[in-house]
């Protein structure tokens, strides 16, 4: 709609410039006369032209404005349903299968999943820097692309749990269970993975590890997800 009003009103801007530079411009019959005229036409032409601009910006800025009131209130929803969540063992935590992909919000940094029961849940492509989700259980969890600089995920399971592409530069993932976890593409610099169990996890030549170098791994290594023989759980 702002597009079409810009392009109605700006052909109407240079009709009236072309009018009123060409009244305005010094004529020998009547040069007060027009050039009076010519001056009111462009004088208009840029008083509403500036008038239009100014109202597109400030319901621009409205706009914006309304977005990240709209973002946080459902962020601060977010964070009363996790809050709300129950964490132990053996119990239904109402995120099992979450996703939290919001309309408004793909920024989750800060967040606090400590224990939270998390099998299966949705956070594909989303900013989840800082998030803390130690003691969590994120078992076949998407985190694909992800990024999680500085995450927290020590004792965490993480058996399953597709973190293909995902940037984990610095993260904490002391004792976790990675057991057959999806690290494809993985960016794993500076990360802890002291006493981490990786049995089977599954890597790639892509694969970035704790000191930032990639190695080539043989095809047994390297195993396709069907190829890969079953690991104990993390239980």
Same mark, same amino acid.
């Given at each position: ?9 700006? /052909? ?7 009018? *009123?530079?060409?009244? +305005?411009?010094?004529?020998?019959? !009547? ?23 100014? #109202? ?7 706009? !914006? ?10 962020? #601060? $929803?977010? =964070? ?39 099998? !299966? ?5 989303? /900013? ?11 078992? *076949? ?12 995920? =020590? ?5 399953? /749990?597709?973190?293909? *592409? ?5 993260? $904490? ?11 494809? *593409? ?5 990360? $802890?993975? /002291? ?8 890597? $790639?030549?892509?694969?970035? +590890?704790? !000191? ?11 195993? #396709? ?11």
């Amino acid at each position: 709609m702002d597009v079409l009003i810009l392009i109605v009103f700006g /052909t109407a801007f240079l009709g009236l410039v072309a009018s *009123g530079m060409y009244l +305005w411009w010094p004529s020998r019959h !009547d040069p007060s006369s027009r050039s009076s005229i010519g001056a009111a036409l462009l004088t208009g032409a840029v008083v509403s032209f500036a008038i239009l601009l100014l #109202q597109l910006v400030m319901e621009a800025r409205l706009d !914006d404005l309304e977005q990240r009131r709209s973002s946080e209130r459902a962020l #601060q $929803d977010l =964070r009363q349903q996790v809050a709300a969540s129950e964490g132990r063992e053996g119990t239904s935590s109402g995120l099992e299968g979450f996703d939290f992909h919001l309309e408004n919000a793909k920024d989750l940094s800060g967040f606090y999943f400590v224990s939270k029961i998390l099998r !299966d849940a949705k956070f594909r492509g989303l /900013t989840l820097n800082g998030v803390n989700f130690s003691g969590a259980d994120l078992s *076949g969890a998407q985190l694909e692309d992800a990024k999680l600089h500085g995450a927290e995920f =020590r004792t965490a399971k993480l058996q399953n /749990t597709f973190l293909g *592409g995902a940037e984990l530069m610095g993260a $904490d993932m002391t004792s976790a269970c990675l057991r057959l976890a999806h690290l494809e *593409g993985a960016d794993l610099t500076g990360a $802890d993975l /002291t006493d981490a169990d990786l049995t089977h996890a599954l890597y $790639d030549a892509e694969t970035t +590890w704790p !000191d930032g170098t990639k190695k080539a791994c043989a095809q047994a290594e390297c195993r #396709q997800p069907e190829q890969t023989p079953p690991a104990e759980s993390c239980d």
